[in-house]
């Protein structure tokens, strides 16, 4: 992952670094705030929107786990198996 624009003030390269330091996502929309397409305001709020977004798809699906796979140990969906006894 990589912080590519080349069309960015200082402070706006700082944010788009620390967006993806902290969420571990590839800011999108920067070929067009390159090109000049969208407008840095914008590409901070979808981002922000993006990631917001994943969050909750995240949430709601690791809430959906049904409590018998964590007290039993069998699989989740996702593979794992729990060491929960």
Known sequence: MAIYCENVEGWQREWLENFEAETG???KLQ???DAGEVGF???ATENVTW????M????R???SYP????R???KTRLGRVTTNG
């Open 72 to 74: 039993t140990g069998r």
């Open 25 to 27: 996502f590839e800011p």
């Open 56 to 59: 909750q798809d995240t949430y």
């Open 67 to 70: 409590d018998e796979y964590i």
């Open 41 to 43: 305001i914008e590409v």
């Open 31 to 33: 070929d067009e705030l």
């Open 51 to 54: 990631f917001e977004n994943w």
């Open 61 to 63: 699906s690791i809430l």
